[in-house]
């Protein structure tokens, strides 16, 4: 059974850091790929980063340059490290896996960004 247990969200000020975590019931050598996506209110579910094997990562435009993903092999847990956080990055953050083309879902963590 496939579990994905995020964590590490909260209120932030603008400009501020989290990080937040995705916890899975495998070891992360079984997905590929693995990433995050957000939800802000009225908005559509959007790719925020995607780690592939190979560790070859993708990022939002919009994120660019401020979060990065990374995987702990050993602790089997997906991180986005997010620096100089924005008002608009406010959203669910959710965690993401694929496992023989089947994708998987996490609960979600809110992230709040004040101004």
């Known amino acids: 059974q496939v579990q994905l247990v995020e964590s590490g969200g909260g209120l932030v000020q603008a400009g501020g850091s989290l990080r937040l975590s995705c916890a899975a019931s495998?070891?992360?050598?079984?997905?590929?790929?693995m990433g995050w996506y957000r939800q802000a209110p009225g908005k559509q579910r959007e790719l925020v980063a995607v780690?592939?094997?190979?560790?070859?990562?993708n990022y939002a435009d919009s994120v660019k340059g401020r979060f990065t993903i990374s995987r702990d092999y050993a602790k089997n847990t997906v991180y986005l490290q997010m620096n100089s956080l924005k008002p608009e990055d406010t959203a669910v953050y959710y965690c993401?896996?694929?496992?023989?083309?089947?994708?998987?879902w996490g609960q979600g963590t809110q992230v709040t960004v004040s101004s």
């Open positions: 993401y896996a694929e496992l023989l083309g089947r994708a998987y």
């Open positions: 495998r070891s992360v050598f079984s997905y590929n790929p």
């Open positions: 780690i592939r094997s190979g560790s070859i990562t």
